[in-house]
């Protein structure tokens, strides 16, 4: 969508390729080199720097000659501390610091990618707020159960976005399980609609964290990288 729309691509690590001119370019005003060491996502914002260069970045799907499909393959995080630090980390460099990094440039259509990088951090709290309702209507569903106590009827204004939402969050769960399907086996794609819930646990936790080492980074304390451990299918098969 973003290379349809002519925005910028972000890069994705060691998923990426630059081409030699355009390293030669963003090594330009930087003795470290095209990355930035300050930057907790220089991946991310080297991306968008090429953009901001006037450079193209595409996305690449081809398969080798035996058919298999070129990509860098290795999990996330498998703990609940870890996965939360390296989102946590992502949130920071994307939705926050690389908003004063980086800024709002370009047209109609970089800004709202850029809106929709950044949106992480008001995802997770409406996130929340979601988990949160679903809570306390269940405890109604108790509570009018027990002591006979019937809450009021929704608006049909209510009534029609909930049903909206909730196609539209089934239509989600189901491409998330086809695709996973299609890469990984169907074991993976029926997994993927519960993952849905963990995903999303991990985003708010995450995102609580980022504000506030965003925050006391505001108040004077300089931003740290917070590394995690990557681990690697073909590595932990031979562990």
Known sequence: MREALGASIPSAGVACAFERQMLGRLTEDRAEGPFDPDSLTEDYEAGLRVGEMGGRGIFVRMRDEKGALVATREYFPDTLDAAIRQKARWIIGISLAGWDRLGWHGGASEWWMRIRDRRAALAALVLFAAYLSLL????????????????????????????????????????????????????????????????????????????????????????????????????????
Not at 177 to 183: D, E, G, L, Q, V
Not at 217 to 222: C, D, F, I
């Open 136 to 239: 306390l209507w269940a405890a109604l569903l108790v509570i009018g159960f027990f002591f006979a106590y019937t809450p009021p009827p929704y608006p049909r204004i209510i009534h029609a976005l909930l049903l909206l939402n909730g196609g539209l969050m089934i239509w989600r769960a189901i491409l998330r399980a086809i695709f996973a399907a299609h890469s990984y086996g169907w074991r993976h794609g029926i997994a993927s609609i519960p993952r849905i819930c963990i995903a999303n646990l991990i985003a708010i936790m995450a995102a609580r964290r980022a504000i506030f080492l965003y925050v006391r980074s505001l108040l004077g304390r300089p931003l740290t990288w917070d590394k995690t451990e990557h681990r690697f299918p073909e590595l932990r098969s031979q562990e």
